[in-house]
């Protein structure tokens, strides 16, 4: 892009690539403008406030699309999802979960959650957002580093024109016009800090290259009242504004074409990189150290590719304040969008929210509610007809018309000739009414946000989960290019922020981060996992091979509340549902959790021992009853005995005797068969007592 120029002109095309790109997003910016506008209910133009206040009527707003807004954002928060690292080999899933655990910490601790949040309410609101990531020294702790993650503002962002991509994978260049305080101007340009004086009176570090008036660089657009937004004009040079005190520098990001040389190694046997300013030295010592079959030295052989790296222009005025590759180690800009909905021709680089298409139904809203409104306090009030001369006092009469029961004193005969009566109540026009109704019905058709049902708002409907979850799905799905494409943006910034660390971020820093929990200790630079007994090596983190991976997020409360509607449900039709996994749906305390599991693991065990008990009682129940039986049955038998003994001792007939004793051996085979039956149905009983347990 800026191949073979000198400092001067690269500076003059770089402010003219800025003018294009602020003046091809003009477009962009007025609508999105608008569209913050109506969010903060400033929903009235100027025309129609001026017509309202000459006929003394005020300007109601009755806003609904701050109402849709809200509810996106409430459903991203219930749908959030968690980044982490993930080894290339195996081998290095312990290094991978301490780089986790460090990228965690410095994004909690530079409030990337919040900032993330803010950008996709921007997105949400106009179509657009951008989140930046950089780094500083941290002054506190030299040596160590400070993440930051700003979400920008979108009017601050100028991006590429021919860019169509939603990742800007096509995007030559961006720009991001970033207003510092004076502190933090001097803080991150210490060698320009003499400068702010200059750049107070002037606007710019005045020299060579500026052309313009002193007071042309300052923004002297005449904002009003109401005008709500940052953003003035997008052709607009100020460096300096005044009124907040802030110097604007002009921070540039494009990306550079140039040529990587690679070499072979016969040491290693793989194909190196070396920099360019090294070759003529290695075509020198080649010789000296390699030789051929016949002693002579061996020529230096290499190759070269074309790729293309990021860089970053920083200036103010005519003054560059930062010209050079990017600090950071990712091929990428530091500024990642996240876009809604993109123009589908792909003729323009705009973008749009929900909200845009809701506006003309929210001013028909408006319109309508407050004519309605009007209509009914200006129409004619309820009251009496009375001719002249019906009142016996007037003043009394007329005064007591006015009082809750008064008596009121009429002359003879008024009542019965009808010469009072009551004023009919004039029905008012339902048109605007009607109008009002079909503007809330357009609303929720020409956008997924203008449905609350959609985005899981309680319509006081007692439906089944399945029902609201397979609706608020569908949901989901209507508004996908914006959670898809935020999810990605979260994704960008989590890859580069674990970039950051396993390049910049010290030895010292990363085992004071993971210090902080009871489960590692840190010894001569070995980390040692108590929890798990593993362990690793601190340098290692920095040939570490890693890829990127989602899992749903422990946070997401809208997935735990359908599944536990699920599981009641269940356990109402007669399902098994284990107590354990509802506990674990419920959106109370962890401490209160562990109470609840605690209690229903007594209960369970309690139950066990009482089912345990009643199985040892029909025991003891079958074996008492077996008990009885047998000493029947032995009764039985040695009654029998004694008669056989007796009717031979007697010499009573033989055949009588035979008799009695082949009925005695029946009556024995008899006791052994129910004896043998009581022992089984004991052991059945046991295993189905066991079975149950």
């Not at 009124?243 to 793989?270: C, D, L």
């Not at 990428?332 to 792909?346: E, K, L, Q, T």
């Not at 008024?414 to 026009?429: F, L, M, N, T, Y």
Request: aromatic share 8%; with cysteine; proline share 5%.
């Amino acid at each position: 892009m800026f191949d073979g120029l000198k400092k001067e002109e690269k500076l003059k095309r770089a402010k003219k690539l800025h003018i294009q790109a602020a003046s091809a997003d003009s477009d962009f910016q007025r609508e999105a403008k608008e569209d913050f506008e109506f969010r903060d209910g400033f929903q009235w133009t100027k025309q129609e406030k001026q017509l309202l206040e000459a006929d003394n009527r005020p300007c109601l707003t009755f806003n609904l699309i701050f109402n849709s807004i809200e509810l996106i954002k409430g459903l991203n928060e219930d749908t959030k999802v968690r980044f982490f690292a993930t080894p290339v080999e195996p081998s290095d899933d312990f290094l991978c979960e301490v780089l986790t655990n460090a990228a965690d910490y410095a994004r909690t601790a530079g409030g990337a959650e919040e900032a993330e949040d803010d950008t996709f309410e921007s997105s949400a609101t106009c179509g657009r957002g951008w989140q930046g990531i950089d780094f500083d020294p941290d002054p506190k702790r030299l040596g160590h580093i400070l993440l930051n993650f700003p979400s920008i503002p979108v009017h601050e962002v100028k991006k590429d024109p021919s860019s169509r991509r939603q990742d800007l994978g096509d995007a030559s260049h961006i720009f991001w016009e970033k207003w510092l305080t004076e502190e933090d101007f001097k803080i991150r340009y210490p060698k320009y800090a003499s400068h702010m004086e200059s750049i107070r009176e002037t606007g710019q570090m005045s020299g060579p290259l500026y052309t313009g008036k002193p007071d042309s660089m300052f923004e002297v657009d005449d904002l009003n009242e109401e005008d709500i937004s940052d953003y003035s004009t997008p052709l607009d040079i100020s460096y300096f504004n005044r009124s907040r005190n802030m110097v604007r520098v002009i921070h540039m990001e494009y990306w550079q074409a140039y040529r990587r040389y690679y070499g072979f190694s016969p040491e290693t046997g793989k194909t190196m990189e070396f920099e360019k300013k090294n070759l003529k030295r290695l075509q020198q010592a080649w010789p000296l150290l390699y030789k051929d079959m016949n002693g002579e030295g061996k020529e230096f052989e290499y190759v070269t590719v074309m790729d293309k790296k990021v860089k970053w222009l920083q200036f103010i005025g005519d003054k560059i304040l930062y010209d050079g590759d990017s600090p950071l180690p990712y091929d990428g800009f530091s500024i990642v969008p996240c876009f809604a909905y993109s123009d589908a021709s792909r003729r323009t680089g705009n973008n749009f929210g929900p909200p845009r298409l809701m506006r003309d139904p929210q001013r028909e809203v408006n319109k309508r509610r407050s004519q309605a409104i009007n209509l009914l306090n200006t129409q004619v009030q309820p009251g009496v007809f009375i001719e002249d001369g019906v009142f016996v006092d007037d003043e009394q009469g007329r005064a007591s018309l006015k009082i809750s029961g008064e008596p009121t004193i009429v002359v003879d005969g008024a009542i019965k000739e009808g010469r009072i009566q009551e004023r009919p109540v004039p029905v008012p026009p339902t048109a605007p009414m009607q109008l009002e109704e079909a503007a809330l019905s357009i609303m929720k058709r020409v956008s997924p946000a203008g449905n609350p049902d959609l985005l899981g708002m309680d319509s006081g409907r007692q439906e089944p989960g399945v029902v609201l979850r397979t609706r608020l799905d569908r949901g989901i799905m209507l508004l996908k290019p914006l959670y898809k494409n935020n999810n990605r943006m979260k994704k960008e910034i989590y890859r580069r922020t674990l970039a950051v660390i396993v390049k910049y971020m010290p030895d010292e820093q990363i085992m004071d981060i993971l210090g902080q929990t009871e489960r590692y200790v840190i010894q001569n630079g070995v980390i040692y996992d108590k929890k798990y007994g593993q362990q690793a090596d601190i340098r290692d983190l920095r040939n570490l091979k890693y890829n990127v991976d989602v899992e749903e997020s422990p946070a997401n409360k809208s997935k735990r509340v359908m599944d536990l509607s699920i599981y009641l449900e269940m356990m109402q039709n007669g399902f098994p549902v284990d107590p354990n996994a509802v506990i674990e749906k419920l959106d109370i305390p962890a401490s209160e959790k562990k109470r609840w599991l605690e209690f229903i693991e007594a209960q369970q065990k309690a139950q066990e021992e009482a089912q345990a008990q009643q199985a040892e009682l029909e025991k003891m129940k079958i074996l008492a009853s077996a008990d009885v039986s047998l000493k029947k049955a032995a009764d039985s038998t040695q009654l029998g005995y004694e008669k056989l003994s007796e009717a031979k001792r007697k010499g009573d007939m033989k055949d009588d005797a035979d008799a009695e004793e082949r009925a005695i051996k029946v009556k024995g085979q008899e006791l052994t068969f129910i004896t043998e039956n009581k022992r089984i149905d004991v052991q059945k009983q046991q295993q189905k007592q066991s079975n149950a347990a």
